[in-house]
């Protein structure tokens, strides 16, 4: 990504993405003015040699409010490829295992990804739509030690696009959308699933692909159709496409008593995609739910404080906490997120302290409030 000289001069005087950044707060030696420097003034072969490339969480946070529009995260993400090439490598998080099940869905391989659907609901093989789960088949074994169920959320949003009387195509030969690995720096793998994923919905005959999941939405809206270009379907976030049919569905609701509740803005969902309203539109359209805002929201949100299972520090945890506490400040008694990994990231940051505050994604909630039956 070439900067403009008009941008460089600039920067080199500014410093509102230091100081806008979560990890710059937690580590006073991270600074992404300063990474910029030293890649467009000093020396860039050195810059990919530091492990602070890694420690960004590309929140976007700096981008938001850049003054002169330097998209950081991504022009960081381009440092990450050259470093990664040099052998400067991240330090995944749980010894790997999601690095390595992405990589193995790039070969030829049988999964069993849609087992959890049978009970669960309706779905076909082909036709206009096709429920892009993502990785929840493998978040719900890897993360059980958390007494979550990823595919809770799941299994939610088949039985409400099942109550739409939509059956989606739901797929075994599905991949990891790449958004890690991209992330990460590894394009070479991120291109590999990307055209498998290609292949997959084109069978399926698809004209929607509906994510529940920003990453996923987010790549292939931006990064999917930067590498194939005008893609041959609509690409959908959840939340929007509920809140647009919202009327036509006719929803009625069960009691669940009134209850108060807090929205996280995933960065993907929010400051990336300026997505903001439609899952509040949602959670406001509950009969007996009442949203309260928590501080920093909408574009303001904080980062749920890891990224692409990477570099998961005290700073993580710290931004986490920090969170969890500003969740617990407006009173609500549950935490509602729009991202499986948020969802993981803020509960894990729980185990082993006092607090204790259900985050709960809004699909599941969403479900537990409709009458599905
Ligand atoms: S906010 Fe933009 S111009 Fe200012 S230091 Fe950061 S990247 Fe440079
Ligand atoms: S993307 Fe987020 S974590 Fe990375 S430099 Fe910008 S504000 Fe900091």
Known sequence: MQLTQHQIDYCMECGVCTGSCPVSRNWSEFSPRQIIKRT??????????????????????????????????????????????QGNLPQESHHGVMQTISLLQTAKLTQSRTAWARDAGKFSDKGDYFYFVGCLPYFEVTFRYLNLSPLTSAKSVLKILNKMGIEPVISNEERCCGHDALWSGDEEKFEKLAKLNMEVIAASGAKTVIFSCPEGYFTFKNNYAKLFGNLPFEVVYLTEFLAKEWNNANFTFSGNGSSSVTFHDPCRLGRLSGLYESPRKLLANLPETKLVEMERSLINAQCCGTSAWMECSSCSKSTQVERINEARDTGAGTLITACPKCQIHLTCAQQGTDLNLPVKDIFTYLAERIKLD
């Not at 420690?55 to 990450?80: A, K």
């Open 40 to 85: 467009c003034i000093e020396n860039p072969e050195e810059v990919t040699k530091r492990r602070e490339l890694w420690q960004c969480l590309s929140c976007g946070r700096c981008y938001s409010r850049c003054p002169v529009e330097i998209d950081f995260p991504e022009f960081n993400r381009q440092q990450r490829v050259a470093a990664r090439l």
